[in-house]
Protein backbone atom coordinates (compact mmCIF):
# COMPACT_ATOMS: atom_id res chain seq x y z
CA UNK A 1 0.00 0.00 0.00
CA UNK A 2 1.21 3.86 -0.69
CA UNK A 3 1.44 6.03 1.83
CA UNK A 4 -0.06 9.48 1.44
CA UNK A 5 0.26 12.74 3.36
CA UNK A 6 -2.14 12.92 6.69
CA UNK A 7 -5.61 14.91 5.95
CA UNK A 8 -5.51 16.15 9.50
CA UNK A 9 -2.65 18.05 10.52
CA UNK A 10 -2.95 15.76 14.10
CA UNK A 11 -2.42 12.53 12.73
CA UNK A 12 0.94 11.99 13.87
CA UNK A 13 1.09 8.71 11.50
CA UNK A 14 -0.48 6.68 8.29
CA UNK A 15 -0.84 3.73 8.57
CA UNK A 16 -2.65 2.87 4.68
CA UNK A 17 -5.22 0.40 4.24
CA UNK A 18 -6.60 -1.50 1.35
CA UNK A 19 -10.28 -1.28 2.35
CA UNK A 20 -11.84 1.97 0.76
CA UNK A 21 -13.70 2.55 -2.29
CA UNK A 22 -15.41 5.99 -3.59
CA UNK A 23 -17.71 7.81 -2.14
CA UNK A 24 -21.04 7.65 -4.24
CA UNK A 25 -22.73 10.82 -5.12
CA UNK A 26 -21.56 12.77 -2.68
CA UNK A 27 -18.01 15.08 -3.03
CA UNK A 28 -17.05 15.78 0.56
CA UNK A 29 -18.10 13.58 3.76
CA UNK A 30 -20.68 15.22 5.84
CA UNK A 31 -21.24 13.53 8.95
CA UNK A 32 -18.77 11.62 11.31
CA UNK A 33 -18.86 8.26 12.99
CA UNK A 34 -17.50 7.66 16.02
CA UNK A 35 -16.78 3.99 17.08
CA UNK A 36 -14.30 2.05 19.19
CA UNK A 37 -12.24 -0.89 18.27
CA UNK A 38 -14.14 -3.25 20.73
CA UNK A 39 -10.24 -5.25 20.72
CA UNK A 40 -7.92 -6.33 23.10
CA UNK A 41 -5.11 -3.89 21.58
CA UNK A 42 -4.47 -1.39 19.33
CA UNK A 43 -1.99 -2.90 17.32
CA UNK A 44 -4.72 -5.54 16.77
CA UNK A 45 -6.61 -3.44 15.70
CA UNK A 46 -5.00 -1.62 13.15
CA UNK A 47 -3.67 -5.05 11.77
CA UNK A 48 -7.45 -5.68 10.89
CA UNK A 49 -8.36 -2.73 9.85
CA UNK A 50 -5.58 -2.37 6.90
CA UNK A 51 -5.43 -6.42 5.92
CA UNK A 52 -7.04 -6.82 2.81
CA UNK A 53 -9.86 -9.01 2.92
CA UNK A 54 -11.80 -8.11 6.16
CA UNK A 55 -13.40 -5.75 4.47
CA UNK A 56 -13.25 -3.18 7.00
CA UNK A 57 -11.58 -0.12 7.69
CA UNK A 58 -11.65 3.47 9.23
CA UNK A 59 -10.22 7.06 8.30
CA UNK A 60 -8.54 7.43 11.77
CA UNK A 61 -7.35 5.23 14.53
CA UNK A 62 -7.32 7.36 18.06
CA UNK A 63 -4.72 5.34 19.85
CA UNK A 64 -5.24 5.71 24.13
CA UNK A 65 -2.47 7.70 24.93
CA UNK A 66 -3.79 10.24 22.43
CA UNK A 67 -1.77 9.47 19.19
CA UNK A 68 -3.64 9.53 15.84
CA UNK A 69 -3.53 7.13 12.90
CA UNK A 70 -4.59 7.63 9.58
CA UNK A 71 -5.56 4.63 7.57
CA UNK A 72 -8.11 5.74 4.44
CA UNK A 73 -7.46 9.41 3.26
CA UNK A 74 -10.84 11.61 3.84
CA UNK A 75 -11.31 11.71 -0.08
CA UNK A 76 -12.40 7.82 0.20
CA UNK A 77 -15.31 5.85 1.37
CA UNK A 78 -14.04 3.94 4.28
CA UNK A 79 -15.69 0.46 5.54
CA UNK A 80 -16.63 1.13 9.38
CA UNK A 81 -20.06 1.67 9.23
CA UNK A 82 -22.05 -1.48 7.39
CA UNK A 83 -25.56 -1.64 7.63
CA UNK A 84 -26.92 2.00 8.85
CA UNK A 85 -28.96 4.78 8.27
CA UNK A 86 -29.11 8.07 9.32
CA UNK A 87 -31.91 10.72 8.21
CA UNK A 88 -33.38 8.38 5.78
CA UNK A 89 -29.66 7.67 4.06
CA UNK A 90 -28.81 4.47 3.98
CA UNK A 91 -24.68 4.55 2.64
CA UNK A 92 -23.58 6.31 5.51
CA UNK A 93 -20.12 5.33 4.84
CA UNK A 94 -20.66 7.73 1.58
CA UNK A 95 -21.32 10.64 3.79
CA UNK A 96 -19.26 10.09 6.64
CA UNK A 97 -15.24 10.37 8.06
CA UNK A 98 -14.85 7.03 10.25
CA UNK A 99 -12.98 7.29 13.77
CA UNK A 100 -11.89 4.08 15.87
CA UNK A 101 -11.28 4.95 19.27
CA UNK A 102 -8.80 2.34 20.67
CA UNK A 103 -11.18 0.29 23.30
CA UNK A 104 -11.25 -2.93 24.14
CA UNK A 105 -15.69 -2.56 24.72
CA UNK A 106 -18.49 -3.87 26.71
CA UNK A 107 -17.34 -7.80 25.51
CA UNK A 108 -13.89 -7.01 26.91
CA UNK A 109 -14.62 -5.02 30.30
CA UNK A 110 -15.35 -1.90 28.52
CA UNK A 111 -12.57 0.27 30.11
CA UNK A 112 -13.17 4.29 30.50
CA UNK A 113 -11.60 6.26 27.64
CA UNK A 114 -8.34 7.67 28.73
CA UNK A 115 -8.65 11.82 28.68
CA UNK A 116 -5.65 12.27 26.51
CA UNK A 117 -7.54 9.99 24.28
CA UNK A 118 -10.87 12.36 24.63
CA UNK A 119 -8.85 15.47 23.59
CA UNK A 120 -7.45 13.73 20.73
CA UNK A 121 -10.58 13.01 19.38
CA UNK A 122 -12.35 16.26 20.08
CA UNK A 123 -8.93 17.90 17.87
CA UNK A 124 -9.29 15.44 15.19
CA UNK A 125 -13.34 16.07 15.22
CA UNK A 126 -12.73 20.09 15.52
CA UNK A 127 -10.13 20.12 12.51
CA UNK A 128 -12.55 17.74 9.97
CA UNK A 129 -15.78 19.78 11.21
CA UNK A 130 -13.67 23.04 10.21
CA UNK A 131 -12.11 22.20 6.98
CA UNK A 132 -15.20 20.16 5.56
CA UNK A 133 -17.90 22.67 7.35
CA UNK A 134 -19.88 19.66 9.27
CA UNK A 135 -22.06 20.92 11.72
CA UNK A 136 -22.08 19.65 15.47
CA UNK A 137 -25.25 17.92 15.22
CA UNK A 138 -23.76 15.64 12.43
CA UNK A 139 -21.14 14.13 14.83
CA UNK A 140 -22.58 10.80 15.70
CA UNK A 141 -21.89 7.00 17.35
CA UNK A 142 -22.09 3.97 15.06
CA UNK A 143 -24.76 3.12 17.19
CA UNK A 144 -26.87 6.13 16.50
CA UNK A 145 -26.30 4.60 13.02
CA UNK A 146 -27.24 1.15 13.31
CA UNK A 147 -28.74 0.47 16.46
CA UNK A 148 -29.88 -2.95 16.70
CA UNK A 149 -26.11 -3.93 15.54
CA UNK A 150 -23.74 -1.77 17.21
CA UNK A 151 -23.39 -0.71 21.04
CA UNK A 152 -20.06 1.84 20.28
CA UNK A 153 -18.85 4.05 21.08
CA UNK A 154 -20.93 3.17 24.28
CA UNK A 155 -22.52 4.51 27.26
CA UNK A 156 -19.04 5.64 29.19
CA UNK A 157 -18.01 7.74 25.92
CA UNK A 158 -18.27 11.10 26.95
CA UNK A 159 -20.36 12.96 24.89
CA UNK A 160 -20.80 15.52 27.04
CA UNK A 161 -16.90 16.57 27.18
CA UNK A 162 -16.76 16.52 23.73
CA UNK A 163 -20.20 19.08 23.33
CA UNK A 164 -18.32 21.48 25.82
CA UNK A 165 -15.90 21.36 22.58
CA UNK A 166 -18.19 22.15 19.99
CA UNK A 167 -18.06 18.49 18.60
CA UNK A 168 -21.60 17.15 18.77
CA UNK A 169 -24.91 18.15 19.89
CA UNK A 170 -25.77 17.55 23.68
CA UNK A 171 -28.69 19.13 26.20
CA UNK A 172 -28.37 18.32 29.70
CA UNK A 173 -30.39 15.06 30.23
CA UNK A 174 -33.55 15.24 32.35
CA UNK A 175 -33.24 13.50 35.55
CA UNK A 176 -34.48 10.04 36.06
CA UNK A 177 -37.09 10.13 38.55
CA UNK A 178 -39.05 6.85 39.80
CA UNK A 179 -42.70 5.41 39.05
CA UNK A 180 -43.20 7.46 36.08
CA UNK A 181 -44.78 7.33 32.93
CA UNK A 182 -44.05 4.66 30.46
CA UNK A 183 -44.61 3.48 27.49
CA UNK A 184 -43.04 -0.10 26.94
CA UNK A 185 -45.17 -2.41 24.76
CA UNK A 186 -47.58 0.11 24.38
CA UNK A 187 -49.08 0.96 20.61
CA UNK A 188 -50.66 3.95 19.29
CA UNK A 189 -50.57 7.69 18.64
CA UNK A 190 -48.98 8.34 21.66
CA UNK A 191 -45.98 5.59 19.81
CA UNK A 192 -45.88 7.31 16.97
CA UNK A 193 -45.48 10.39 18.13
CA UNK A 194 -42.63 9.07 19.65
CA UNK A 195 -41.02 7.17 16.45
CA UNK A 196 -41.89 10.57 14.64
CA UNK A 197 -39.33 12.41 16.89
CA UNK A 198 -37.14 9.52 16.85
CA UNK A 199 -37.22 9.38 12.96
CA UNK A 200 -36.77 13.53 12.72
CA UNK A 201 -33.64 13.41 14.41
CA UNK A 202 -32.08 10.93 12.57
CA UNK A 203 -32.90 7.34 13.71
CA UNK A 204 -33.50 4.99 11.31
CA UNK A 205 -36.76 3.56 12.97
CA UNK A 206 -39.93 2.12 12.17
CA UNK A 207 -42.85 4.56 11.84
CA UNK A 208 -45.68 1.92 12.64
CA UNK A 209 -46.96 3.47 16.36
CA UNK A 210 -45.82 -0.23 17.68
CA UNK A 211 -43.40 -0.26 20.31
CA UNK A 212 -42.00 -3.57 18.83
CA UNK A 213 -38.02 -4.90 18.80
CA UNK A 214 -36.72 -2.01 16.63
CA UNK A 215 -38.04 0.50 18.29
CA UNK A 216 -37.18 -0.75 21.58
CA UNK A 217 -33.53 -0.92 20.00
CA UNK A 218 -33.73 2.61 18.60
CA UNK A 219 -34.44 3.81 22.21
CA UNK A 220 -31.90 2.23 23.96
CA UNK A 221 -29.21 3.64 21.23
CA UNK A 222 -30.80 7.05 22.16
CA UNK A 223 -30.20 6.79 25.40
CA UNK A 224 -26.60 5.15 25.23
CA UNK A 225 -25.50 8.52 23.22
CA UNK A 226 -27.66 11.16 24.81
CA UNK A 227 -29.45 9.96 28.29
CA UNK A 228 -26.14 6.97 29.23
CA UNK A 229 -27.11 6.87 33.32
CA UNK A 230 -29.83 4.38 32.08
CA UNK A 231 -29.69 2.21 28.87
CA UNK A 232 -32.98 -0.07 29.29
CA UNK A 233 -34.76 1.05 25.89
CA UNK A 234 -38.04 2.18 27.58
CA UNK A 235 -39.65 5.11 26.82
CA UNK A 236 -39.64 7.23 29.82
CA UNK A 237 -39.97 10.86 31.23
CA UNK A 238 -36.71 11.28 31.43
CA UNK A 239 -35.66 9.75 27.52
CA UNK A 240 -39.01 11.63 26.01
CA UNK A 241 -38.27 14.29 27.22
CA UNK A 242 -34.69 14.57 26.33
CA UNK A 243 -35.31 14.20 23.29
CA UNK A 244 -37.39 17.00 22.69
CA UNK A 245 -34.76 19.40 24.41
CA UNK A 246 -32.31 17.67 21.65
CA UNK A 247 -34.96 18.42 18.66
CA UNK A 248 -35.40 21.64 20.14
CA UNK A 249 -31.50 22.39 19.85
CA UNK A 250 -31.12 21.20 16.53
CA UNK A 251 -30.42 24.17 13.77
CA UNK A 252 -33.83 25.68 12.83
CA UNK A 253 -33.14 24.96 9.06
CA UNK A 254 -32.54 20.97 9.65
CA UNK A 255 -35.57 21.10 12.59
CA UNK A 256 -38.10 22.64 10.30
CA UNK A 257 -37.13 20.15 7.20
ZN1 LIG B 1 -18.28 0.64 15.17
Redesign the pocket.
Known sequence: MQSFVPDSSVASTVTPSPNYGDRKGITSPDMI?L??T?MADAAGALVRLCTPGTEVSAHYVVLEDGNIVQCVRESARAW??GMSSWVGDSDVNSRSIGI?IVNRGHDLGYPDFPLRQIAAVIALCKGIMLRRDIPKHRVVG?SDV?PGR?K??GEKFPWRLLADSGVGLWVEPTPIVRSEHKMLGASGDEVLAMQRKLASFGYGVPLNGQYDGQTMDVVAAFQRHFRPERVDGIADYSTLTTLDDLLAALPKEVATA
Do not use: R, S
Open positions: VHYGHAEHAKDP
